[in-house]
C-alpha cells in the first residue's frame, strides 16, 4: 500500500545481478584474480587473508581504498565473486544490524572487471577518526574475523 492509494503493492521484478566492488591499493587490471592468501589489507600484519572481501555499496569500497595497507592511490574495482560468498562478520550484526554495507567475505577468487574513476572519497577528518577507532581497537586486541 503507498500513501495515494489502499491497494497492495506489486512487484514487478527483482534485481538478480548485483554489482560488486572491491577497495585496495593494489594495481589491477581486468581478468586478474583477487584470492585469499595474499597480505591483508587490514589488521595486525604480517598477516595473511583467509577471504577476500567485497561490497555492493560504493561507499564501502571507498572506505576499503582508503583504510587499506600499503603505499599509493587506493583503488576501486569492479570485481564478480567466483563461488559462494557470505555476509562479512565484521561488519555485519555485530556491529550493525543485518548488513547495511551490503559487505561479504569469500575463499574463492574475485574476478576484476573494471575500475571506478572519478570517486570522491570521505573528508580527512572523517578518515583520520577511522584509523583512530581501528587502532583503538587493535590496542585492545580485536582483530578481523578472518577465520
Known amino acids: 500500500m503507498s500513501w495515494r492509494t489502499r491497494a497492495p503493492l506489486v512487484v514487478l ?41 567485497f561490497t555492493r555499496t560504493l561507499d564501502a569500497s571507498i572506505w576499503g581504498a582508503e583504510l587499506a595497507a600499503g603505499e599509493g592511490p587506493g583503488r576501486i574495482y569492479v570485481v564478480e565473486p567466483t563461488g559462494p560468498f557470505e555476509d562479512d ?3 555485519t550484526n555485530a556491529r550493525f544490524r543485518g548488513n547495511p554495507t551490503k559487505s561479504f567475505r569469500s575463499r574463492a577468487p574475485l574476478r576484476v572487471t573494471g575500475e571506478v574513476s572519478g570517486w570522491s572519497g570521505h573528508p580527512p577528518e572523517r578518515i583520520r577518526a577511522m584509523k583512530e577507532g581501528l587502532a583503538r581497537l587493535a590496542r585492545a586486541g580485536v582483530a578481523p574475523d578472518d577465520g
Open 13 to 53: 521484478g527483482e534485481v538478480t545481478q548485483w554489482t560488486h566492488y572491491h577497495g585496495t591499493r593494489a594495481e589491477l587490471r581486468p581478468g586478474d584474480l583477487i584470492a585469499p592468501g595474499h597480505a591483508a589489507n587490514f589488521g595486525p600484519a604480517p598477516r595473511r587473508a583467509n577471504f577476500v572481501y
Open 89 to 91: 562478520p565484521n561488519l
